[in-house]
C-alpha cells in the first residue's frame, strides 16, 4: 500500500501532519493570536487533506453518503466560492487597517510640526 | 510673479545625502516655503532637513511616497497654501521648471503635470521608458484619461485642487491617483515637459521603482 502512494500524496501527508503539528504546538504554548476556533478550523482543514492524501476514494464514498455522488464537483466548487470571498474580506480589511495607520501617522507628524511652529512664535 | 502663499513639497526617504542640495537649489530659484516630509526615513533626512531651516514633518513609520506627499499638501492646506509644488527629494527634478509651472496655474490651470516625456534632452533608460508607457496605457484604460506621463512626482496643485482632492492610496499609485481625481472632479489641468537628472544616485536608490514595485503599482491602479 505504501508503494502505491505517489510523490504527491506524501507531499499532502507530510505537508497535512507538519501543519496539524505545528497549529497545535502553538495553541498548548499559549502563542499570541492562537485561539481554539482557528485550532480547531486547522485540524478540520489538514485533516480532511491528510485522510483524502491516504484514502483518496473517501472522497467519493463521502458524496455518496451525503447523496451528492457525481455532485462531488459542485461541492468543491462552492468551496473554492467560499474561500475566494473571504480572502477577498481579508484584502479590504487590511487596506482598511493600513489607511487607518498612515492617518495615525500623518496627524501625528502635522501636530509635532504645529506644536514646534507655535513654539517659536512663543519665543 | 504677484505675491501668494507658495509651497514647495518634498517627499523624502533616505535622502540625506542630496535633500540639503535640493532645498537649497529651491531657495535659489526664490521659494522659502519648503515643507520637507521625512516618510519614516533610517538616515539623517531629518536631521540635514532641519539644518536647511524648513518645515519638516516626520512620519515614525515608513508608509509610502504618496502617503508623504498628501501629509505635505494636508500641512500646507492648513497653512493657508495659495498654490503647492511637490517635487522628488532624490534631486532627479530642476528646481528652475517650478516658476514655469506657477506660471500655468496663473494661467487658470488647476493641476500642472510635470513631464519628462516632452522633453527630448531627458536621457531616460529604455526600462524606464517601456514602463511608464505602460502605467500610462494602464492609467488610460482605467481612468480614460491620456497623460504622457502618469507617473511623474512633479506637479502643481491650486487651491480648488487642494480642496478637491481626496487621495486614499500610499504608494508610487499615487501618482496614477491623481490622475483618477483629475478625471473625476474635471479639474483643469495641462503637461509641461520637466528637465530629469539621471545620476548614479538617483538610479541607484533600490526603493524606487523596481520591476517588482511596478506590477505591484499595476495591480493597486487596476484594483482601486
Redesign the interface.
Known amino acids: 500500500m505504501i508503494l502505491d502512494i505517489s510523490i504527491v500524496r506524501w507531499f499532502l501527508i507530510i505537508l497535512s501532519v507538519i501543519m496539524i503539528f505545528d497549529r497545535s504546538l502553538k495553541f498548548m504554548r499559549k502563542e499570541l493570536g492562537q485561539t481554539l476556533f482557528k485550532l480547531i478550523s486547522s485540524i478540520l482543514i489538514w485533516g480532511v487533506v491528510l485522510v483524502i492524501s491516504i484514502y483518496p476514494d473517501f472522497a467519493y464514498f463521502f458524496a455518496k453518503k451525503l447523496g451528492m455522488g457525481e455532485n462531488l464537483n459542485t461541492l468543491i466548487f462552492f468551496g473554492f466560492v467560499i474561500v475566494f470571498t473571504l480572502i477577498f474580506k481579508i484584502f479590504s480589511v487590511v487596506e482598511r487597517i ?2 487607518q ?2 492617518e495615525i ?2 496627524a ?3 501636530r ?3 506644536k514646534k ?1 507655535k513654539k517659536n512664535l512663543r519665543l | 510673479m504677484r505675491k501668494r502663499n507658495i509651497y514647495i513639497v518634498i517627499p523624502a526617504y533616505n535622502e540625506g545625502k542630496i535633500i540639503y542640495k535640493v532645498i537649497s537649489d529651491i531657495k535659489k530659484n526664490g521659494f522659502k516655503d519648503i515643507v520637507v ?1 521625512d516618510d519614516g526615513s533610517t538616515d539623517d533626512t531629518e536631521k540635514v532637513s532641519l539644518k536647511a531651516k524648513v ?7 515608513n ?2 511616497k504618496g ?1 508623504a506627499v ?2 505635505g499638501l ?2 500646507v492646506k ?1 497653512e493657508n497654501a495659495d498654490i503647492a509644488v511637490t517635487m522628488d527629494g532624490d534631486g532627479q527634478h530642476n528646481a528652475e521648471d517650478i516658476k514655469r509651472m506657477i506660471r500655468k496655474i496663473d494661467e487658470g490651470y488647476d493641476i500642472v503635470l510635470g513631464s519628462r516625456f516632452f522633453n527630448k534632452k531627458n536621457k531616460m533608460p529604455l526600462f524606464n521608458r517601456l514602463a511608464n508607457y505602460l502605467a500610462n496605457i494602464i492609467v488610460f484604460i482605467t481612468y480614460n484619461l491620456w497623460v504622457s506621463d502618469s507617473q511623474s512626482g512633479f506637479r502643481a496643485y491650486n487651491r480648488l485642487a487642494l480642496k478637491k482632492l481626496n487621495t ?1 492610496l ?1 504608494r508610487y499609485e499615487f501618482d496614477s491617483e491623481i490622475i483618477k481625481e483629475i478625471a473625476r472632479h474635471k479639474l483643469k489641468y495641462c503637461e509641461i515637459p520637466i528637465d530629469v537628472f539621471y545620476t548614479k544616485y538617483s538610479t541607484s536608490k533600490i526603493h524606487k521603482q523596481s520591476f517588482k514595485n511596478g506590477i505591484k503599482t499595476l495591480i493597486k491602479i487596476i484594483t482601486s
Open positions: 493600513e489607511m495607520i498612515t501617522v500623518r501625528i507628524a502635522i509635532e510640526v504645529s511652529n | 516630509v518645515n519638516v514633518l516626520r512620519h515614525f513609520i508608509r509610502g502617503a498628501k501629509t494636508e500641512f492648513f486614499k500610499d
